[in-house]
């Protein structure tokens, strides 16, 4: 039974022109009138895709215009180089590239699981009263602007790793074979590994909310299949809801991850800009974004700029690659799965 | 107890054990920025917040010009994005689904998610203010717009294609047209996915300074002209908050206290109006 | 009527746009003088790299800097430039039991512990400037700025002028590659670290040295004497510089002579047109100008900032006659006595 106020799909129909109920030559001419509207909106979604192509396209053309002289200078060079003088003008984008996938690549691993474990949580076992208000709590971390997580970030974060994460790290791993050059160097609390903790903070709500999202859209028959066959809550979630679900949860994630190649505020505050390419993740370094964000508005000279709108481009192409391989990954999933 | 069944509940019980832990590690993070945000904002917290203009240091005031041209810009910003991106996210659920201008749209708006924002900002200033000639609310309402519109796209497309297609065959089968299947029927099944969107893109786009500093640039002054530089939020508590004068560094934390609980309040009233009655 | 309020449109449409130093002083001013002429003039701080550019595309009516252009700069893209205040570049330490004007560095100290050659406090090199004071022996951590800034540039200028080391290992600009160290945000993000670093070095301006109560040191200048800053020590800079002899004002007060001198200084400047696009809007920034070296000085004051000798005024005053004018040639504000 439809509850009450709620409308069907025939009401619908019905109510839009009664189509049924009037003589042919009315009803012809409804009908053209909703062939008109129809193919009006065809043609206005199907602009608005092309206006969407355009602007970003636009903008994509405009970096490859702004970052020429760069790469004309350099060449080929300049992605493999770690050198950043502004003085002799000498640039290349090691660092920040490396920067950029080392602090994304953490926050990932944090907020990658941690979200979907909320979403799980949110969906399925959190008591019916407290999923909503838990749910808007966890989306307010995307609501905090990027400068505030930054601000905080410089003065609160950054001084509680200085005085204890930090050195916890490095006493722990100090004399771990391979683990010990991923915490070496003194604690200064900047840094890439704080940065990609910031991160994290700020990309879990896009996996969180993006994964609770779908996750509710699953249709309750197949869950309770499930029950029914007598799984637990994490095998439900774990082989009926994920599968289901992993186009949109993969969305979420390519959403967070986009966030956190591209966050800019929030990193430069505490990144370190240092244009130097160090195993120790306790070290500072920079990002492409951060590395625009703090010189762009002081750097005079045209190569400088030249170079700064060059990272720009280049973070299209990491964007590119990252894309591409989950693409493969999802094309994989549904092969072995088809 | 059957051994197997013991050891699928423990591990059942391990995996509700560690969601609960990652509910309440998330949720400790909003405490603690929110904790820091009330202890440095609050008190700087007063009815001239909201109706002073900027002061220069030294001098009281309030924030009322950057918070007009805030809520002017991200409202435009919003106006313009959101139909955009709602409609070519449509046509590339409903109508294109397999067509090459979807995958290609989708790509490239995959990419422009993690566009660094002072670069749409670049973009924006070639377009827009380099041949006005002037800084302008416009121009920063526009690069705002082009902000939002990728995030609208990726979370309509997304929420469109999981509504089961058993609905929109049971509209055609009764004879209903394809946009009225979609604005009646498939927007209301993803409503909720869409508002998310929606509302992840304002709380992105209201924070946003890069964009805004070579677009709209900034305004000491009272200025409801869209054609001239336009004071915001964002801006000014960049500005204050790396200033060395404690008044302004004052007024900077409350200003993100301000935009931080305005974010809170549009989620919650948004989330209220949005969700469906059917809870889930 | 209706021409009046396009006037008084053009009367509000003045805007600037540049350099970060002086925005507080130019809000300050911009409030002040609001209240008394009911004209607003917004200013905004983008960098000084985005005030040229915006100069250069005629997005503002005037630009601003703390790097000067050269003469040759100026002359290719019909701009003139003057400065409106000075303000000086601290170095700030944190060693336990060290208060403000204790410890005093050279230049060529300084350069070395920047350059990552003198690695510690009890360096020979600093205990032979500091034979009073207790140093311990503990790693020096080198701060310095994150960010592109007028302030970095004045600094590395100085280390420049000082070290052929500095010179021709480094250099100067607003950012550079430095040898050791870590970046942090803003002068107050150098300020944090440095407050939060055992044993850390850096550099701010003026007033964040002031403000936040930070431990400065004392620099030996040119003349071999050693002085704390003071804004009577950046003014004895200014002094002895060579303003009128430089094209556009643009002398970069570092490494001054004279007894009183802070070798830090620095000036922030101000690029205009030499043809005003829309004149009505430069005779308005004129004014303001003109208006803020008469009373805007105390207000500078307040802020921790040093106003231009009276001297370089007048000449600044002289060159706006000479140089800036309308369409049809005429000077755009006349000399006021």
Known sequence: ?338 | MNPLFAGRRRKNLVAMGLSLTATTFGLGWLVLILGSLLWEGFSGLSLAVFTEMTPPPGSAGGLLNAIMGSLLMTGLAVLIGTPIGILAGTYMAEYGRRSRLTSIVRFINDILLSAPSIVIGLFIYEVVVYPMGHFSGWAGAIALAVIVIPVVVRTTEDMLTLVPDSLREAAASIGLPRSLMITRIAYRAAQAGMVTGVLLAIARISGETAPLLFTALNNQFWSSNLNGPMSSLPVVIFQFALSPYKDWQALAWTGALIITFAVLALSITARALATPRKSS | MAAMSVVSAYAVDISGAGATFPYPIYAKWADAYKKESGNGLNYQSIGSGGGIKQITAKTVTFGASDMPLSGEQLNKDGLTQFPTVMGGVVPVINIEGVKPDEVVLDGATLANIFLGTVKTWDDPAIKKLNANVKLPSQPIVVVHRSDGSGTTFLYTDYLSKVSADWKSKVGANTAVEWPVGIGAKGNEGVANNVSQTKGSIGYVEYAYAKQNKLTNTKLVNKDGKTVTPTAKSFMAAAANANWEATPGFGVVLTDEPGADSWPLAGATFILMHKQAQDAAASKEALKFFDWAYGKGDKMAEDLDYVPMPDKVVDAIKRSWAKEIKDKDGKPILALSN
């Open chain 1, 1 to 338: 039974m439809e509850p009450a106020g709620r409308r069907t799909v025939a009401d619908l129909a019905l109510q839009t022109d009664a189509i049924g109920t009037r003589p042919a030559a009315d009803r012809s001419r409804v009908l053209a009138k909703l062939k008109f509207s129809d193919l009006a909106f065809h043609g206005l979604t199907r602009a608005a895709a092309i206006l969407v192509l355009l602007l970003l396209s636009g903008v994509i053309i405009s970096l490859i215009i702004g970052s020429w002289p760069a790469l004309s200078k350099f060449g080929p060079g300049f992605l493999v180089s770690e050198r950043w003088n502004p003085v002799t003008e000498n640039f290349g984008a090691l660092a920040p590239i490396y920067g950029t996938l080392v602090t994304s690549f953490i926050a990932m691993l944090i907020a990658v699981p941690v979200g979907l474990m909320i979403a799980m949580f949110l969906t399925e076992l959190c008591p019916q009263f407290l999923r909503r208000p838990i749910g808007i709590a966890i989306e307010l971390l995307a609501g905090i602007p990027s400068i505030i997580y930054g601000i905080w970030g410089l003065f609160v974060f950054a001084p509680f790793l200085q005085d204890s994460l930090q050195p916890f790290l490095i006493s722990v791993f100090g004399n771990v074979p391979v683990l010990s050059a991923l915490f070496e160097g003194p604690p200064y609390g900047i840094g890439m590994l704080t940065a990609g903790l910031i991160l994290a903070i700020m990309v879990l709500p896009f996996v969180t909310s993006i994964s609770r999202d779908v996750f509710s859209a699953v249709p309750p028959v197949l869950k309770e299949a499930a029950y029914g066959l007598g799984c637990t809550t994490w095998e439900v979630a774990r082989h009926v809801v994920l599968p289901y679900t992993r186009v949109g949860v993969i969305g979420g994630i390519m959403l967070g991850l986009g966030r956190a190649l591209g966050e800019t505020m929030a990193v430069t505050f505490v990144i370190g800009n240092a244009h130097k390419v160090s195993a120790s993740i306790i070290a500072p370094g920079t990002t492409i974004s951060a590395t625009i964000a703090n010189e762009f508005t002081e750097a005079v000279g045209d190569i400088y700029t030249s170079s700064l709108i060059a990272l720009g481009l280049i973070l299209f192409v990491i964007t590119f690659i990252v894309l591409s391989f989950a693409r493969y990954l999802l094309l994989r999933i549904e092969r072995r799965i088809g």
